[in-house]
């Protein structure tokens, strides 16, 4: 499997199915058996990274980022702490007045700035969860990893979220969705990857991968399929 640099794409399948375990793979969480032989990954064409730069590259959001960064720390400081791979600012840490601006920015973009004095385990889940890839974007990645990003958001904040994932996505920023949620792939997410059991069930674009045949035998379900407005629905 391959995801070429620019490409939106999502990576879709029933629990225990190997999303999180690519998406560790991809940010060195976890590393691939050297005893299985073609067993690799490698990352913008390197298999072997300094995991200091390789976060520099690649933003990601996930919950055991979460976890980590729903604390006392101020919203703005947490994303500022993005720039060193930290969880708050610590004081060997240096903060420019460029980091400072650029993390005004982007909690602007995703719409928080007015939280940046808070801290963030006073935010609501889906504030907080922006907070969190506001700092996952605030280094300028060339990639955003979001892993099942509308975990435990209600109706209202999955929506917004998605609309903030679409102001991303044509901001130039690669992202690869891992989700089972099928209505979280947005419309700018032109290819799909299924997983089922730790394997590849289907790769290409979304129009041809999501079908009704195809999902039924994903989850091992009878499943109608509609779309509406580029998002699609089963059930």
């Not at 907080?128 to 700092?135: E, G, M, P, Q, T």
Request: aromatic fraction near 6%; charged fraction near 20%; hydrophobic fraction near 45%.
């Amino acid at each position: 499997m391959e995801i070429p640099l620019g490409q939106h794409v999502a990576l879709l399948g029933p629990n225990g199915c190997g999303k999180s375990t690519i998406i560790k793979s991809i940010h060195r969480e976890l590393y691939p058996d050297p005893r299985v032989a073609g067993s690799y990954i490698s990352v913008f064409g390197e298999r072997i990274w300094n995991i200091f730069e390789l976060r520099s590259l690649v933003g990601i959001v996930s919950q055991d980022w979460m976890n980590m960064c729903t604390c006392a720390f101020p919203a703005q400081e947490i994303v500022i702490s993005g720039f060193h791979g930290s969880v708050g600012i610590w004081p060997y840490h240096p903060v420019t007045p460029a980091m400072e601006e650029k993390a005004r920015d982007v909690m602007a973009l995703l719409e928080v700035d007015h939280l940046a004095d808070r801290p963030t385990n006073e935010l609501s889940t889906g504030e907080a969860r922006r907070v969190l890839i506001a700092r996952a974007l605030v280094h300028g990645p060339k990639a955003l990893i979001l892993d099942e990003p509308t975990n435990s958001l209600d109706l209202r904040a999955m929506r917004h979220l998605r609309e903030i994932l679409r102001k991303i996505a044509a901001s130039g920023v690669s992202i690869i969705l891992v989700t089972h949620h099928l209505q979280d792939i947005i419309p700018e997410i032109e290819r799909v990857i299924l997983l089922k059991s730790g394997r590849v069930f289907a790769d290409g674009e979304k129009a041809g991968v999501l079908t009704a045949a195809n999902l039924g035998g994903l989850f091992d379900e009878p499943v109608a399929l509609d779309v509406k407005d580029g998002y699609y629905h089963a059930w």
